[in-house]
């Protein structure tokens, strides 16, 4: 039996937030089998908490040069990834990206041939880039008795797109604009998903995790004939309340006592995205501090829990770093959280000045 300390200690282990990597950016990438990217500047500072070396270079060149992409996956959520595992992470995804249509679109798409949607789109898209608002009225044009924004929707998820660069590019940044995988990468995805090979990457990165979990990461439903087949080949654990977990024999799971340092995570980290039981690393009560009408705050740890959400303000000639803890903090816990959040301030905006990071309050940077 693992306690909900000892998940949680096995999860930042495995996430690189118990130790910083020595890793590359894309090394990272790939070890998380993706990072959540809807927010596009939210890598960053993910990677950051993550790597004892990272600048932001290291990811805008990554962008620029096609050896990673932001592309929707699991869930049908923006995710940046390696450009190789797009191929192989798509297939996997495209049951959650066909539910999407069917659920969230189905009403508006009746009667629609959503295959000539779909290539009319590609044919747009191998002509040049496109703005969402440029595909929506293009797709609009010839078929004006449907939404725009649900035509749209189909060529995203049936035709695998790409954001491309100077989108998420740290300092230059812009609006999204698209393009097809294929043809921003040069290669095709994957014919189908390895499913056992996809999830025993996820085990390593997120484990132990029981059959929901994988679930909800993936976005998809059915799985556990895929843990049944890898069965013989995992470790078997209960949590507290007797829920079956699989893992990876030999991955880390320290114990409930290991140290945990505070930890920033951007908005929609994955680690607080990747299980149906996420009390591991966030309580109740926190979640409903961090969950928003419009996604998800970005928080900061404390002894392996989210304690906190934090903000960064930009201006000219300065950062603020805003933090709002949702606890009251112990004098140890608030120098560790105003040392932490001065280096990340310092990874932010280099060279700005004022060095604190306030607990409660707002600390510029001059």
Same mark, same amino acid.
């Given at each position: 039996?693992?306690?909900?300390?000892?998940?949680?200690?096995?999860?930042?282990?495995?996430? *690189?937030?118990?130790?910083?990597?020595?890793?590359?950016?894309?090394?990272?990438?790939?070890?998380?089998?993706?990072?959540?990217?809807?927010?596009? $500047?939210?890598? $960053?500072? #993910?990677? /950051?908490?993550?790597?004892?070396?990272?600048?932001?270079?290291?990811?805008?060149?990554?962008?620029?040069?096609?050896?990673?992409? +932001?592309?929707?996956?699991?869930?049908?959520?923006? %995710?940046?990834?390696?450009?190789? &595992?797009?191929?192989?992470?798509?297939? *996997?995804?495209?049951? =959650?990206?066909? +539910? !999407?249509?069917?659920?969230?679109?189905?009403?508006?798409?009746? @009667?629609?041939?959503?295959?000539?949607?779909?290539?009319?789109?590609?044919?747009?898209?191998?002509?040049? %880039?496109?703005?969402?608002?440029?595909?929506?009225? =293009?797709?609009?044009?010839? /078929?004006?008795?449907?939404?725009?924004?649900?035509?749209?929707?189909?060529?995203?998820?049936?035709?695998?797109?790409?954001?491309?660069?100077?989108?998420?590019? *740290?300092?230059?940044? @812009?609006?999204?604009?698209?393009?097809?995988?294929?043809? /921003?990468?040069?290669?095709?995805?994957?014919?189908?998903? &390895?499913?056992? %090979?996809?999830?025993?990457? $996820?085990?390593?990165?997120?484990?132990?995790?029981?059959?929901? &979990?994988?679930?909800?990461?993936? #976005?998809?439903?059915?799985?556990?004939?895929?843990?049944?087949?890898?069965?013989?080949?995992?470790?078997?654990?209960?949590?507290?309340?007797?829920?079956?977990?699989?893992?990876?024999?030999?991955?880390? +799971?320290?114990?409930?006592?290991?140290?945990?340092?505070?930890?920033?995570?951007?908005?929609?980290?994955?680690?607080?995205?990747?299980?149906?039981?996420?009390?591991?690393?966030?309580?109740?009560?926190?979640?409903?501090?961090?969950?928003?009408?419009? @996604?998800?705050?970005?928080?900061?740890?404390?002894? @392996?829990?989210?304690?906190?959400? *934090?903000?960064?303000?930009?201006?000219?000639?300065?950062?603020?770093?805003?933090?709002?803890?949702?606890?009251?903090?112990?004098?140890?816990?608030?120098?560790?959280? !105003?040392? !932490? #959040?001065?280096?990340?301030?310092?990874?932010?905006?280099?060279?700005?000045?004022?060095?604190?990071?306030?607990?409660?309050?707002?600390?510029?940077?001059?």
């Amino acid at each position: 039996m693992l306690g909900q300390r000892e998940l949680g200690r096995a999860l930042l282990a495995r996430q *690189w937030l118990l130790e910083r990597a020595d890793a590359t950016a894309e090394e990272a990438v790939t070890w998380l089998v993706g990072m959540q990217a809807q927010a596009p $500047y939210a890598p $960053y500072f #993910g990677l /950051w908490s993550r790597l004892r070396s990272f600048g932001t270079a290291d990811l805008a060149d990554a962008l620029t040069q096609r050896r990673l992409v +932001r592309i929707a996956l699991m869930r049908s959520t923006v %995710h940046l990834v390696t450009a190789a &595992d797009y191929r192989s992470l798509r297939p *996997w995804a495209q049951p =959650a990206l066909d +539910r !999407e249509l069917d659920t969230a679109f189905g009403a508006v798409l009746t @009667g629609l041939d959503r295959v000539a949607v779909a290539a009319s789109g590609r044919a747009l898209l191998d002509a040049r %880039h496109l703005t969402p608002k440029e595909l929506r009225a =293009a797709l609009h044009e010839r /078929w004006p008795d449907h939404q725009p924004h649900a035509l749209a929707t189909v060529v995203r998820n049936l035709v695998p797109l790409v954001q491309v660069p100077p989108r998420a590019v *740290w300092g230059i940044g @812009g609006t999204t604009r698209y393009a097809t995988a294929d043809g /921003w990468t040069g290669a095709e995805p994957a014919p189908a998903a &390895d499913c056992e %090979h996809i999830v025993l990457r $996820y085990l390593a990165a997120f484990g132990p995790a029981s059959v929901a &979990d994988v679930q909800t990461w993936a #976005g998809r439903t059915r799985l556990r004939p895929v843990l049944d087949r890898l069965r013989p080949q995992l470790a078997v654990f209960r949590d507290e309340r007797g829920v079956e977990l699989f893992d990876l024999p030999d991955a880390p +799971r320290p114990g409930a006592d290991a140290p945990a340092p505070v930890r920033f995570l951007p908005e929609y980290d994955n680690l607080l995205a990747s299980h149906a039981d996420r009390t591991r690393v966030i309580s109740q009560e926190a979640r409903k501090q961090v969950m928003t009408r419009n @996604g998800m705050r970005a928080t900061f740890l404390v002894d @392996g829990q989210v304690t906190g959400a *934090w903000k960064l303000h930009r201006g000219r000639t300065s950062a603020t770093l805003e933090i709002d803890p949702f606890r009251p903090l112990t004098a140890t816990e608030r120098a560790e959280v !105003e040392t !932490e #959040g001065a280096r990340m301030l310092e990874f932010a905006a280099p060279g700005a000045g004022h060095d604190d990071a306030m607990t409660g309050e707002k600390s510029d940077r001059q």
